[in-house]
């Protein structure tokens, strides 16, 4: 054989093979192998031994409980008074994704239920540009349904649902259910009668400091507010305020993108959820109208050090992304192709590369696979909550990652997906898209059976 054919041959192949390894490790260097239960759980397989320390005792935090102050354990007292839960895994468990409350279940633990207003006063409005939210008077910008022994919690949720049934075009119907939202046995008096819920579960843990450490450039350049290419999706960066920087910056997490950074969604966390005061957010989450935080002990002034917060930080950015699995399957390569030309990838972008981070250098310039555009995107009305945050409107979603997502049964036990699992199985979330993804949809209810088991056994495998 030629010897130029050969070596080019030989240099394809090692192309081929290079494009396969990338295709496979969603999470670049990060990425690791592991099935079952703890598939979400391992730090980036590229973190340095040296680091692995710091990032089991972020672990530590994340996964042991609070407790009610005052207590000989002070560096884990402070719970509550009013929570969600007295611990991060008991929403996102083990690193994974929540549920909605089962018809027995007494709490909804997993999820949890934003609470504001409109703004209309010119002193609403004001507050609203820096906030993002006019938080319910009472009640504040999140239901606790948890209260400390012998106190009252904030109230609980309630949910039903209503069957919507969806067809195929050779005729398969599909019974969605469509959540009706209820808050009952509340303990501080009525809610303002213009209150605007949103019930949100916890989402996955796994691969947040890859999506951390996508530039603002790049993010920019996939925005496309006003649809300038004329191809029907305008995604646009959420504008939150970032505690830490004293300035506006883009949103990246929280369904809405409501927060900047993994430093300050975690103090978030652990102020709205667990009840815990920290330098990012001093304040206790009792309203002006609830007397309960001044009448009861704290864990001290801040309750989470700023250690810790560095600590779980340090934790949520390196949790890696599990390897993709069955790439070599006709039927999931199928699924792919089909994916990619109902126009699914619009918004769930398939290739990145990460910034050059100094003092994060397992994060550091990656070749990523997350399908997410972390842009904000219109899903239509099937899905609003009409609760605005920030500049997303009350239709708008920020695009989910999907890396991952084939190991939610081993991890979590359930299929239950988009912000308030109502969809059962991924070919329920698929039909829920409207709005700007309406035209794939469309492009969806169109597939035979083959094709719709090919869709989900590559969805399956990410």
Not at 64 to 69: D, G, L, R, S, T
Not at 99 to 114: G, I, K, Q
């Amino acid at each position: 054989m030629n010897l130029y054919i050969k070596s080019s041959l030989t240099a394809l192949a090692f192309l081929s093979a290079s494009a396969l390894a990338y295709d496979v490790k969603s999470g670049g260097d990060t990425s690791v192998k592991k099935d079952g239960a703890n598939a979400y759980s391992l730090p980036a397989g590229n973190l340095p031994m040296t680091k692995r320390l710091d990032f089991s005792v972020g672990n530590s935090f994340f996964r042991n409980p609070w407790i009610q102050a005052p207590a000989t354990t002070d560096a884990r007292d402070g719970l509550g008074p009013l929570f969600n839960t007295n611990g991060c895994q008991n929403c996102h468990i083990k690193d994974g994704r929540g549920h909605p409350p089962e018809e027995n279940d007494l709490h909804a633990v997993s999820m949890l239920v934003r609470l504001s207003i409109p703004a209309m006063t010119p002193e609403q409005k004001k507050a609203y540009i820096k906030d993002g939210v006019i938080p319910e008077p009472t009640y504040g910008g999140q239901l606790q349904d948890f209260a400390l022994q012998d106190q009252t919690p904030e109230g609980q949720i309630k949910i039903t649902y209503t069957d919507v049934p969806v067809k195929f075009t050779d005729g398969t119907e599909v019974m969605l259910r469509k959540p009706n939202l209820e808050i009952t046995d509340l303990g501080y008096g009525k809610m303002h009668p213009d209150t605007q819920l949103s019930a949100r579960v916890a989402p996955p843990m796994i691969g947040l400091g890859l999506l951390e450490s996508i530039s603002d450039e790049t993010l920019n350049s996939w925005a496309d507010e006003h649809d300038a290419d004329g191809d029907g999706i305008s995604g646009k960066t959420n504008r939150v305020w970032d505690v830490e920087k004293n300035d506006f910056a883009i949103g990246r997490f929280g369904w809405k993108a409501g927060q900047p950074t993994l430093m300050q969604q975690n103090a978030a966390a652990f102020n709205g959820d667990v009840g815990l005061t920290s330098n990012l957010f001093p304040n206790e989450n009792c309203t002006a109208n609830q007397t309960i935080c001044k009448d009861l002990p704290n864990g001290g002034s801040p309750e989470v050090s700023d250690k810790i917060l560095d600590f779980v930080e340090f934790y949520s950015q390196h949790l890696a992304v599990p390897i993709r699995r069955n790439v070599d399957d006709a039927e999931v390569k199928h699924g792919q192709k089909l994916f990619a030309n109902s126009g699914c990838e619009s918004c769930h972008k398939t290739n990145v590369k990460t910034a050059k981070r100094e003092a994060l250098p397992a994060l550091s310039e990656q070749t990523i696979h997350p399908y997410t555009d972390m842009l904000l995107h219109d899903m239509g009305e099937g899905l609003a909550d009409n609760r605005p945050e920030y500049l997303a409107n009350g239709r708008e979603w920020r695009t989910a990652p999907l890396w991952g997502i084939g190991y939610t049964q081993e991890v979590n036990g359930h299929t239950y997906f988009l912000h308030d699992g109502r969809a059962r199985n991924l070919m329920e979330a698929v039909l829920w898209h409207g709005g700007e993804a309406e035209a794939a949809k469309q492009n969806v209810l169109k597939f035979n059976q083959k094709e719709r088991d090919a869709l989900i056994a590559f969805l399956n495998s990410l």
